[in-house]
């Protein structure tokens, strides 16, 4: 059986499966809209495994402290647009990639 932690932050509810490791965007209604900070780090955790990259790896690519791109895939930071344009050159990914909704039915872990 898949243990589950649930936890709340900034009005959406995330789920930490031990299984897969990664933390997936739980939504009650496809209608709800997601707080565009915490969309950033659901968006930049998603693209950075998916092209199995670490957090250190990105942190190099971007030229940004490890600790910080950490942060900001929790959602714990308010990034600056440059900061932004960094880490998706870093992921090889454009801007809007990073804050756009994924479409539905893609896979969450």
Do not use: C
Not at 55 to 81: D, F, P
Not at 100 to 105: K, T
């Amino acid at each position: 059986m898949l243990h589950e932690k649930a936890f709340y932050q900034t009005q959406s509810v995330f789920k930490w499966t031990t299984k897969s490791r990664m933390l997936r965007l739980v939504q009650s209604n496809q209608t709800q809209t997601l707080d565009a900070q915490m969309l950033f780090a659901a968006n930049m955790r998603r693209i950075r495994l998916s092209k199995s990259m670490t957090q250190e790896k990105v942190a190099e690519y971007a030229e940004l402290h490890a600790n910080y791109i950490s942060s900001v895939e929790r959602g714990e930071r308010n990034i600056s647009i440059r900061n932004i344009e960094r880490i998706a050159r870093a992921l090889g990914v454009t801007m809007p990639e990073l804050l756009s909704e994924p479409p539905p039915g893609l896979p969450s872990g």
